[in-house]
């Protein structure tokens, strides 16, 4: 008996259909909640391993208490023991066919995990739950993707709106293809790219056997209710930002007046994106997030020279002088660096990034507060909307449109699953950390100091600005 006589009882819905037919190299499928989305993996998975011969298939998940719940058990569920090669291996984690392809279920619930990986062929990757994990892992796990027998190689991805993943997934899958409608190419490696999306509406199987877990969907809160039953990529569970609106938040450029008060701020970086910010404040007390000076991963690395070379050249303002334009400079009270920047590597240049910084002619430095409460509080009470004395909803924060990468990824920022007062660190978050600190620093200045009682030696105030720096000594205050 060959494989080809052995019938597997599924019947796929309509968007399972598309799934499986898609030729594209990468496919992600899903969106929302009740989709079919760990049974479809499964199916395609058991087909490609079916329809190749020797073909080694890897599946992933976060634990394999999520494996054994989810795509094992949806693997047992319908795969033929006729197809088997012997019983279904628990201590392996994994099944062999009678047509030599292995099915092997594995984990990674992060980077370490992933660079585990380092070295092995594998044809067919699909991991469920994508949006789980950040970008590098899964880029680790495309590494391996590659077939010496001459097989399509393929990789497939489920998974909902929000998680640590989600702008990466959005701009890799969802964004490109707009929302599905459209299979699109990656310009650096040449793969396929699609992307399906189905909701629990298209789960006949579901619908017909669940009618009320649709009913549990429709009454959830409202982002939860747009990610989980709409499959929204842009309200989702998790949103550490959901205030954020272009509209309110985001104006046009326009040239600072020479008298408003002006600072800098930046995240450092080198191998990691810089991300550097200049801040200034109007006379009603609203700050203006006005010029980024920044670089993507894609990007040329500069040195911490080069960059405050860069940031120097940048601080100019133009003037009309005697009818004639001039460029000054700007009057920078401070530029705030986070800790590692003040940090001297005594083992091998024995300088701190500071002393780089003034080498490219940066000077009045100052210590961020780097506690992530903070900043997230921070970014949440500038964002809040209210009404200015006009009746007018405004905000204590705005963005110039020319800080592209802020305004992209500030929406993106997700909630630390651990912690919900703290953002996820992710490698996304550096845009979000760069102006976050020019913004608390402000903040603690402008903070009124509370009555304290009797015998309290240093107010709250005080030991942030202790911890920024701002009651001590400033590194290159100018006198």
């Known amino acids: 008996m060959t494989t080809k006589t052995i019938e597997i ?80 291996n628990h201590s392996k984690h994994q099944a062999e066919l009678i047509n030599g392809s292995v099915i092997k279920f594995r984990y990674i619930r992060n980077y370490a995990d992933a660079v585990g990986y380092q070295g092995r062929s594998m044809d067919y990757i ?21 077939s010496a027998k001459g097989f399509p190689v393929r990789f497939r991805g489920t998974c909902n709106p929000g998680g640590v993943g989600h702008a990466w997934v959005k701009k890799r899958y969802i964004t490109p293809t707009e929302y599905g409608k459209k299979e699109t190419i990656d310009q650096i490696t040449g793969n396929g790219i699609a992307f399906i999306p189905a909701t629990v509406y298209d789960n006949d199987v579901l619908m017909d056997n669940d009618p009320a877990y649709v009913r549990r969907l429709e009454n959830l809160p409202e982002s939860q209710r747009k990610a989980f039953l709409h499959g929204d990529w842009d309200s989702y569970e998790g949103m550490a930002f959901e205030k954020f609106s272009e509209r309110l938040h985001v104006v046009e450029d326009f040239p600072i007046p020479p008298h408003w008060r002006r600072w800098r701020s930046a995240d450092n970086g ?96 100052v210590m961020a507060v780097t ?37 992209e990824t500030l929406p993106l920022q997700v909630n630390d699953e651990k912690d919900t007062e703290k953002v996820a660190e992710t490698n996304y978050d550096h845009w979000y950390d760069g102006s976050g600190y020019g913004l608390i620093t402000y903040h ?32 290159g205050w100018r006198s």
């Not at 990007?299 to 003037?319: C, G, I, N, P």
């Not at 997230?376 to 204590?396: F, M, R």
């Not at 509370?450 to 105030?461: D, F, L, M, R, T």
Request: proline share 3%; charged share 30%; with cysteine.
């Open 126 to 146: 699909g991991i469920d739950e994508l949006t789980k994990h950040e970008e590098r892992s899964v880029q680790e796990l495309l590494s391996c993707l590659r």
């Open 371 to 407: 506690d992530r409460k903070i900043r997230k509080a921070t970014w949440v009470e500038y964002l809040e909307p209210y009404e200015d004395h006009e009746g007018n909803l405004t905000s204590k924060v705005k963005i110039f449109r020319s800080c592209k990468m802020l305004i």
């Open 9 to 88: 009882k599924y019947t796929p819905n309509a968007k399972q259909d598309l799934f499986h037919g898609c030729g594209a190299t990468e496919v992600v499928y899903g969106g929302a909640k009740g989709g079919g989305k760990s049974t479809g993996l499964s199916i395609d998975a058991i087909a490609y391993a079916i329809q190749y011969p020797g073909a080694t298939v890897y599946l992933f998940r976060e634990t394999y208490d999520d494996l054994e719940a989810n795509l094992i058990a949806e693997f047992k569920r319908f795969v033929p023991s006729e197809l088997l090669k012997g019983d279904f």
């Open 444 to 475: 603690i200045e402008q903070s009124k100091e509370p009555e304290q009682p009797k015998g309290v030696i240093a107010s709250h105030k005080e030991k942030l600005m202790r911890a920024s720096n701002l009651t001590g000594r400033r590194r």
């Open 270 to 365: 080198y191998t990691d994106p810089f991300a550097w910010y200049w801040f200034a404040v109007d006379p009603q007390g609203t700050v203006y997030i006005y010029r980024e000076f920044t670089r993507t991963y894609d990007d040329m690395k500069l040195t911490y020279t080069q960059q405050a070379e860069r940031v120097d050249a940048l601080s100019k303002y133009s003037e009309i002088e005697d009818g004639d334009i001039k460029e000054q400079e700007e009057r920078i009270d401070y530029t705030v660096l986070g800790h590692d920047a003040f940090a001297v590597q005594r083992a091998t240049t024995g300088k701190a990034l500071v002393d780089y910084y003034e080498e490219g002619g940066l000077q009045n430095f």
